[in-house]
């Protein structure tokens, strides 16, 4: 009898979609509310309510997350958010 030896190649995960990163609001004293929700509900594309709920939670918890999206996405959102004088980061995602 003889045995067959059967070579196996890792196989690549596969990817059906980027991981996630979340662009992160920070409080600052800086800024006016009304301006925060405005640039919020523009760049995050946020209903108005939404865009104020975040900018309270940036407000009291001193960070608040605005947008999850694929990382180049969310860095660009976060050059858009700089570019208006606040306070954002990108990190993973941890969903």
Known sequence: MRLMQTLTRPVAPKLDRLPPY???LHNDDRND???VVQTISHLARLPVADAFERMLEAHH???AIVLKSHR??????CDAF????LVA???????
């Open 89 to 95: 980061s990108v990190e993973p995602s941890r969903d």
């Open 22 to 24: 979340s662009v992160v």
């Open 61 to 63: 918890d001193g960070q």
């Open 82 to 85: 700089h570019s208006k004088g």
């Open 33 to 35: 509310m009304a301006f």
């Open 72 to 77: 180049e996405h969310a860095e660009f959102v």
